[in-house]
């Protein structure tokens, strides 16, 4: 399981601060040309640089603290997350593997079981193979007995019930008539 965290930039700055304008809406104007034939800058342009101003703060991505140390807060745990969720699945075998070694287990108890007869001759396999077919069809029929039961005694509890309710009703009966 991945977990996803979701952290928003915050600004913590005491003041919110205007943006500058992004460099492809700087305007120079023809006419403001400097005696040397260079444009001069606008105030647009000197503003858009990304020095910091007078409170030290800059106007990039990460331009205050605060949001830098979310930033860092928010790494660390998604960090924290990731190693500790890999450190759990690390000592875990797949689904797959398990289902190998199951498989691999049930088929070492199959051979063990039909190992005896390996080298037995043919008559002495098909006896035995007659004897556990014998003892499967025993096992159904108890089986099937015992179920029988079962349902005969829920049936014979229900009747009890029946008739002690039918005793009762006669003696309250026998009773009004007296």
Known sequence: MKSVILVSQIDLSPAPQPRPPRRDQLTHDVDDVSSQGEPRSTATESSARTEPDAS????????NTGSLILF?????VAAFVMARSWRRNRGRKS????VGEVRSW?????????????GAPAELRKWHVEIEQI????????????????AVVR????????????????????????
């Not at 003892?135 to 079962?150: E, F, G, M, P, S």
């Open 56 to 63: 030290g703060q800059g106007n990039g991505w990460f331009s």
């Open 72 to 76: 860092g807060l928010a790494l660390a």
């Open 95 to 98: 689904l797959e593997s398990q």
């Open 106 to 118: 049930a088929d070492a108890q199959l051979s063990e079981s039909s190992s005896p007869l390996i």
């Open 135 to 150: 003892v499967r069809d025993a096992r159904a029929d108890l089986d099937t007995k015992i179920a029988l039961l079962q």
């Open 155 to 178: 049936s014979a509890a229900v009747e009890s019930a029946r008739l002690e309710r039918a005793i009762e009703a006669a003696r309250q009966i026998k009773e009004r008539d007296q």
